[in-house]
């Protein structure tokens, strides 16, 4: 089917630097780095003439980029933490196997993705305590094949939202919650079961609503 007998390891040489501190008597958190990836030999799905899976070579690609995450706490009870990463991971030689050409973005490397979660902690006496949450959790559009193929299978950017509230008692914590409690319908990726020409989208965990009960040893 005209695939290679083999295909070679492929390796990266990283580069990064980066800062944390804590400021304002340890309530503010601050953790950033920038860095730049070297990758070579990547290896990649690619497809013979007779639409056949194989793993080969493809050239080489970078990626660079920086990533934020704050944490502050307004008091022992409210706590808030936000991340933040910006990523180019693009071809940086032409991987004809894939389809791939100079500049193309990989697939499933997201340009930006962020978080904002919360936590509330509200004593109700030296025993017993309510705690309230939530987070929102943001993930840019990928391609799931490189733009040079001409059908790049583009996924939409996805918007989550999780939510929860529950009761401390001496261990135990009974916690309502709720995982994508606004229905976003976006899709984590894609996989190809038998015909390479007909993926399925693999969608993110659905509306969830649940309760768990945990205890602490």
Same mark, same amino acid.
């Given at each position: 089917?005209? =695939?290679?007998?083999?295909?070679?390891?492929?390796?990266?040489?990283?580069?990064?630097?980066?800062?944390?501190?804590?400021?304002?008597?340890?309530?503010?958190?601050?953790?950033?780095? *920038?860095?730049?990836?070297?990758? @070579?030999? *990547?290896? &990649?799905? +690619? &497809? =013979?003439?007779?639409?056949?899976?194989?793993? !080969? %070579?493809?050239?080489?690609?970078?990626?660079?980029?920086?990533?934020?995450?704050?944490?502050?706490?307004?008091?022992?009870?409210?706590?808030?933490?936000? =991340?933040?990463?910006?990523?180019?991971?693009?071809?940086?030689?032409?991987?004809?196997?894939?389809?791939?050409?100079?500049?193309? +973005?990989? /697939?499933?490397? /997201?340009?930006?993705?962020?978080?904002? *979660?919360?936590?509330? %902690?509200?004593?109700?006496?030296?025993?017993?305590?309510?705690?309230?949450?939530? !987070?929102?959790?943001?993930?840019?559009?990928?391609?799931?094949?490189?733009?040079? #193929?001409?059908?790049?299978? /583009?996924?939409?950017?996805? %918007? *989550?939202?999780?939510?929860?509230?529950?009761?401390?008692? +001496?261990?135990?914590?009974?916690?309502?919650?709720? @995982?994508?409690?606004?229905?976003?319908?976006?899709? #984590?990726?894609? &996989?190809?079961?038998?015909?390479?020409?007909?993926?399925?989208?693999? /969608?993110?965990?659905?509306?969830?609503?649940?309760?768990?009960?945990?205890?602490?040893?």
């Amino acid at each position: 089917m005209g =695939t290679p007998d083999f295909y070679f390891a492929d390796t990266t040489t990283n580069y990064e630097a980066g800062f944390k501190g804590e400021f304002f008597d340890h309530r503010l958190q601050l953790d950033t780095a *920038i860095f730049y990836i070297d990758w @070579k030999n *990547i290896q &990649l799905q +690619q &497809l =013979t003439a007779q639409d056949f899976l194989y793993t !080969g %070579n493809g050239g080489t690609a970078s990626s660079s980029g920086v990533e934020f995450t704050t944490s502050y706490r307004f008091s022992d009870e409210l706590r808030l933490v936000a =991340t933040l990463d910006h990523t180019d991971a693009h071809l940086t030689q032409d991987a004809p196997g894939a389809g791939g050409q100079t500049g193309d +973005q990989l /697939p499933g490397s /997201p340009r930006w993705t962020g978080s904002v *979660i919360a936590d509330y %902690n509200l004593p109700l006496d030296s025993r017993r305590s309510l705690i309230f949450g939530g !987070g929102y959790r943001y993930r840019d559009k990928v391609v799931s094949q490189f733009e040079g #193929t001409g059908d790049p299978e /583009p996924v939409g950017p996805q %918007n *989550i939202v999780d939510l929860y509230a529950g009761l401390v008692m +001496q261990g135990v914590t009974v916690k309502l919650y709720g @995982k994508n409690v606004f229905a976003d319908r976006s899709y #984590t990726g894609l &996989l190809y079961l038998t015909n390479p020409k007909l993926p399925q989208f693999v /969608p993110v965990q659905p509306q969830t609503i649940g309760l768990s009960v945990d205890y602490k040893f």
